[in-house]
């Protein structure tokens, strides 16, 4: 069942869960949707934080927000200083430097976002209009199948041109916690001696078959874990608080390109990152599905 005031609720039997919109000033996180929060009905557990670092307020991620082209937005390498470039999922930028990042403010022309409720599901959708020959019409849906958070993308490729894009989503997770110490992660990429830790020896613990954090950073949030995406099929992780015997789980119905860890004192992050390719008049589709629970099934 939907709520039908300024927060967006789908609910299960034993979940409630918060879908917001991003302020138009965002710059960097789709304006299609976001996962505010995830409440359990009978505890008032939750399990989703926010970005604790202090980004420029148009920045700034909270709970499970995806974003697309975190480091090259499609038509920014060719365009030049003072022409706009597209930012899937958000709209168009004005290009100032010669390298894009997500930290900096640009001028900023948002998407106009349609939205459509009903008892069972919230739908996003929007489109860009033909820039230098790229353009999209770009769908997102969310709701409940069971005690799984469904989110479906759709992407159609109106423009003239090959859409070559990354997309991820940025998971902050905290459940039924105040900090992330003894957080542990199982992924179905195998053991963690596969794993290669970039940094943050002391913080997280290769222990057989998991992940996990021995101690919570105490300054800059730190990427610490990278895998290349190998196998076929869509992929799965978990995350676990063992001290409060509560469990996320992440799958999906693609290979990811990569898969990272980012870590801080107030969230567990696992990112999963799509790459894909849309020929014109193409389209592509892709899910997410995310499972809550205080026993994993």
Sequence with gaps: MVGRESKRILESKKLLVEIGRMGMLNQRFDHLGYVHQIWEKNSKI?????????????????GICEEF???????FDEAQEGDWFIKPGCGILKKKGGKYSFENVYEFKPLEIQEKITEEEICF???QEELRG?????EKKFFMAGESLCIQHKM????????????????????????CRGFRLH?????????????????????GEFLEVAAVPQKAPLYILRTEAHGKGGYQYMLMNPEKKRFVTEEGDFVPEKFKVWISRNCFCPEIFLQAKIEPGETFS???????????V
């Design 125 to 127: 959708q929007t489109v």
């Design 69 to 75: 082209c975190a480091s090259r937005p499609i038509g």
């Design 187 to 207: 992924s179905s990429y195998g053991k963690t001696g596969d794993w290669e830790l970039l940094s943050g020896d002391d913080i997280l613990k290769k222990n």
């Design 46 to 62: 939750s399990y989703l934080s926010e970005e604790p670092r202090p980004f420029p307020e148009e920045n700034k991620g909270i």
């Design 286 to 296: 892709w899910e997410r599905r995310y499972s809550f629970s205080d026993a994993h």
């Design 134 to 138: 790229y353009g999209y019409v770009y």
């Design 156 to 179: 159609e490729n109106t423009g003239t041109r090959v859409l070559d894009w990354q997309s991820y989503a940025h998971n902050f997770f905290l459940p039924g916690a105040e900090d």
